[in-house]
């Protein structure tokens, strides 16, 4: 079989026209754009930004307001606040040089290109509510292409709305459930990462993405009775996790990011503060960072509000340093964003959920909730939508744990797999020191989904997780 990388869709013009013509000189230009990864310089020009609001921030706190202080006979409390202040700005900084100089995991490191997948014939005929009306009968799982999709939307598990299988018959999903055995129809282990190809395989297609987001749109499904959940099936065989850019079929939870041109292990996201990913190996110190700069950021900002107000402006001056107060914003806009951050980061890791991952799940509810609108539930009948969840939750299992295919089984694995064990009294859990305890390329599947991927209901759950 040749392994042409799939045809992408094109805007093709029967008549050139004017406005054609502009259009599609416009969209060749976006997708020139988005394939291409930014350069590195570009990539790191906002660390050395970050760097200069750091030195600026140490010029008017200890050049300006501490010496202004000492200088005014406030002595004491200016070399006190001063140390305080240099313990904290150190920590940050040894956490930020840590995060930038950490690499995240480069997939490509550890897997060798290789040609696109094949998917097995028929491997999941979809239980076909409302499909293209063809009769086909190719579950839309297989037009995802998660090197082109996964950054932009967040969609970690293929379709998040395509309709689900029925319950599979016992003969073809019912035998094995809880291993990694054999499972496709033609004997193919799907965990081999290599699918030999079958007389009717077939590669993944790249078109048709626009079907799941016209599905989305359908929300809930109209009035009357709700339809129930539908959550998104993970893409756990190796043709659906193959990256058309990097040629490699991606470990688990690794994903391509654009702005670097690059697989990442456990990609959580780009973040351009520290000019590349959070991924496998340095999540850790990105929370680290996040947890070291909201402590600094809150320190910085209660001192000099605390003394600016006091004193208006210092101690023998009536007018407030124009300059400090610009570092009080700053410091009250960061130390907002940083603890958001860190929160919203602890929680994910405790739910062995990344970035990208948790919007899948995200998506999840708030196709629910949508769902249960449409069927004519108003906000105020908050104890029917509660029944209802809950009668999806014992269907499907929560969304964040039993339904998440990447759930390690308990808060503690999940954190222990991102953050390590955490070393003596828990320090390597707050400070930039140790390393994570997983490698970014291992991670087992919640055995509550089947071998390849799909989600299954708690009755085809291994018996001991029912
Ligand atoms: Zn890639
Ligand atoms: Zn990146």
Redesign the pocket.
Known sequence: MPNAPPPKDKVVLDKPTFCGTITEARVSARERRERKPQPWAV?KLMVLVTLGIMGYTAYVYAGRFAVRLMSGGRRPEGIGLLVGWSILYAWMLWAYIKVILTP?GNARDYVSQSPQPLLPPQQWAPHDAYRNGDGTNSFEFESFDSSLADIQTGRIGGPAYAELPAPPPPAAHGSAPNSNAPHAPNGVSPSNGELPPPATARRPSAGRRHSSRSRRREGGGGGGRPRGRLPPPAPLLPAHRYCTRCSIVKPYRAHH????G?C?LK?DH??PWIG??VGARNHKFFLAFAYATAIFTIYTFGSLLAFNVRDGGGVGETDVDPQEVVIIALAALFALFTLTLGAEHTRLILLSQTTVESLGIKRVKARDSAGLDAAGLGCWQVGAKRRALASYDAEWGAPDTEGNVWWAGSARAGWEDAMGRGGRGGLGWVFPIGAPLGDGLHYVPNPRFAPDGRPRRRAEWPEELR
């Open positions: 990539r995240p990011c654009r702005v670097c690059t990442i990609f780009h973040c590349q990913c």
